[in-house]
């Protein structure tokens, strides 16, 4: 992608920024899936039949771009890690 081009051309932790995002984004919509795959769709009686996946996928995309905003504020991975392994051990 493009961030993580730009990051390798100039290594430091404002582009590191940049190369996060666009992972962030990516884990979170293979997560989405992941629950889509494996879950079934809920049957609430109404005529939009939702899945999980697809109401889980904003908020975990706005998580995963705060965790990479708040890494980049604070210095703190924490938030960050949770965010992009957790899921990937859950689909393990």
């Known amino acids: ?23 962030t984004v990516a884990f979170a919509a ?19 039949e939702s899945s999980i996946g697809q109401d889980m996928l904003l908020p975990l995309i706005i ?9 980049s504020w604070t210095d703190d991975l924490r938030l960050y890690a949770v965010v992009s392994i957790f899921p990937m051990l859950l689909m393990v």
């Not at 998580?63 to 890494?71: E, F, K, N, P, Q």
């Open 1 to 23: 992608s493009l961030g993580s081009t730009y990051y390798h051309w100039n290594p430091n932790n404002s582009t590191l920024v940049w190369d996060r995002l666009p992972m």
């Open 63 to 71: 998580t995963g771009i705060a965790s990479v905003l708040y890494w």
């Open 30 to 48: 293979i997560f989405c899936y992941m629950l889509d795959e494996y879950l079934p769709a809920r049957d609430d009686g109404s005529k939009d």
